[in-house]
């Protein structure tokens, strides 16, 4: 392997590791705020999955303030019988921090 193919594969390396960190440490908060104990990421819980969400939701200009708002608050009906509880441990400013990761899963 020349320096030249060794250096960009390292590079390379460097890249996907930073590019994959947000996506960890968005899942890692999302557990912190108890998230996960509904929700995963590929697969329906007690709630939907964030990729289903984020398909569902995918090109709407509000979903954010939407979504946001439904983390906050709470919500019903648009998934099914089981209602969204509130989540007054999670801020406004936390809570779109979420919903714009969730909303990158696809």
């Known amino acids: 392997m020349t320096h030249r193919t060794s250096l960009i594969s390292a590079l390379a390396a460097a890249l996907v590791a930073l590019t994959a960190a947000p996506a960890f440490a968005q899942a890692d908060f999302a557990q912190k705020k108890n998230c996960m104990a509904c929700h995963a990421i590929d697969k329906k819980v007690l709630g939907p999955a964030y990729k289903d969400v984020a398909a569902k939701y995918e090109g ?47």
Do not use: H, R, Y
């Open 60 to 106: 709407q200009k509000d979903a954010v303030d939407k979504l946001s708002a439904k983390v906050v608050k709470g919500g019903s009906g648009v998934w099914g019988n089981i209602p969204m509880p509130a989540n007054p441990q999670v801020t406004d400013a936390e809570a779109k921090q979420l919903v714009q990761w969730i909303l990158t899963l696809k």
